[in-house]
């Protein structure tokens, strides 16, 4: 095959909130794992998936990715919306809800219904969060600003479940939904 200038790879790197992880092809991002405590819990979630190679030389924009990832889980406002992405075998359907996705800005959420509508899919919320939940690259593709009907959190299927997604749109300045009566209590 010889060498390519955009070698597939992944790379485990750690930020403020844990361990990430990022695997690429020539195309773009294939996976990206959110924070985990340890290292090889996340080397081990990338290298599950086929496809994902060795190989730990970065691309230039790999380089770029993992300092705006890293920036990102130290608070600031990155937008994402430029990178790469290789979505090779997602059907049509995710690809639209994925598009839409991609449009929302940091700090900005909107609902499944509503991310099904813009991706000409209207009236079917659960499918979208269906999608959603089988993103290959979470915060790329910012699925954890995709939220339930009523403001409410919804689910998430990384680490951590909807606690993380919460924990994302904080740092972003999104307050969810009011809080569960067990949650209003005070502990004073």
């Given at each position: 095959?010889?060498?390519?200038?955009?070698?597939?790879?992944?790379?485990?790197?750690?930020?403020v909130?844990?361990?990430?992880?990022?695997?690429?092809?020539?195309?773009?991002?294939?996976?990206?794992?959110?924070?985990?405590?340890?290292?090889?819990?996340?080397?081990?979630?990338?290298?599950?998936?086929?496809?994902?190679?060795?190989?730990?030389?970065?691309?230039?924009?790999?380089?770029e990715?993992?300092?705006?990832?890293?920036?990102?889980?130290?608070?600031?406002?990155?937008?994402?919306?430029?990178?790469?992405?290789?979505?090779?075998?997602?059907?049509?359907?995710?690809?639209?809800?994925?598009?839409?996705?991609?449009?929302?800005?940091?700090?900005?959420?909107?609902?499944?219904?509503?991310?099904?509508?813009?991706?000409?899919?209207?009236?079917?919320?659960?499918?979208?969060?269906?999608?959603?939940?089988?993103?290959?690259?979470?915060?790329?593709?910012?699925?954890?600003?995709?939220?339930?009907?009523?403001?409410?959190?919804?689910?998430?299927?990384?680490?951590?479940?909807?606690?993380?997604?919460?924990?994302?749109?904080?740092?972003?300045?999104?307050?969810?939904?009011?809080?569960?009566?067990?949650?209003?209590?005070?502990?004073?």
């Open positions: 095959m010889g060498t390519t200038s955009h070698p597939a790879g992944h790379a485990v790197f750690e930020t909130l844990g361990f990430m992880g990022i695997a690429w092809s020539e195309a773009g991002l294939m996976r990206l794992c959110l924070p985990e405590r340890n290292r090889d819990t996340v080397e081990r979630r990338l290298l599950r998936h086929p496809g994902v190679a060795a190989s730990s030389e970065e691309p230039r924009w790999v380089v990715l993992i300092a705006s990832i890293k920036a990102y889980a130290a608070g600031e406002d990155v937008d994402f919306s430029g990178v790469p992405v290789d979505l090779t075998g997602v059907d049509d359907f995710r690809l639209a809800i994925y598009d839409a996705a991609r449009k929302l800005s940091y700090g900005e959420t909107t609902t499944y219904g509503e991310l099904a509508k813009r991706a000409g899919h209207a009236g079917l919320p659960r499918e979208t969060g269906a999608a959603l939940g089988a993103n290959p690259v979470p915060l790329v593709i910012p699925c954890h600003r995709i939220l339930a009907a009523g403001g409410k959190i919804g689910g998430f299927s990384a680490p951590g479940g909807s606690a993380t997604k919460e924990k994302m749109l904080a740092m972003e300045g999104v307050r969810v939904g009011p809080p569960s009566a067990a949650q209003a209590s005070f502990g004073f």
